[in-house]
């Protein structure tokens, strides 16, 4: 379990690192790689994109997945692992419940 949280990590920090240096996203979008789950033989790995404003975040992801080949061939050099785990970019669903559940807290504390 530690190898796998280790390697998500490092995952996570080297997909960060291609995706906003080397692909060319637009400029007045916030994408963020927020997590990354890696499959237990490690043949598929998760990596959950949040992008705001949210009503872009299907551009950015059919652009991530145009580029697809080359974010794989970029980690492929990057990490001395193998099997280098295949990609798999999903929009990130939790952080825009929790930014719901942040406003309707918000709104409570301010009605008492």
């Known amino acids: 379990m530690e190898r796998i949280q280790r390697v998500n990590q490092l ?3 080297e997909l960060s690192r291609i995706i906003f240096k080397q692909l060319d996203l637009p400029k007045d979008v916030l994408t963020t790689v ?3 789950e890696t499959a237990p033989n490690l043949i598929q790995v998760r990596v959950y994109i949040s992008v705001l404003p949210e009503e872009q975040s299907k ?3 059919q652009g991530l997945n145009r580029n ?3 974010i794989q ?8 692992m ?3 785990p295949k990609i798999i970019f999903i929009k990130e669903e ?3 419940e929790a930014g719901r559940v942040e406003e309707l807290l918000d709104k409570i504390q301010k009605n008492d």
């Open 73 to 80: 061939q970029q980690l492929n050099k990057r990490l001395n």
């Open 82 to 84: 193998r099997p280098i």
């Open 34 to 36: 927020t997590r990354v």
């Open 94 to 96: 939790q952080t825009i």
């Open 11 to 13: 995952l996570k920090k």
């Open 68 to 70: 697809i080949y080359g």
């Open 59 to 61: 551009l950015v992801l």
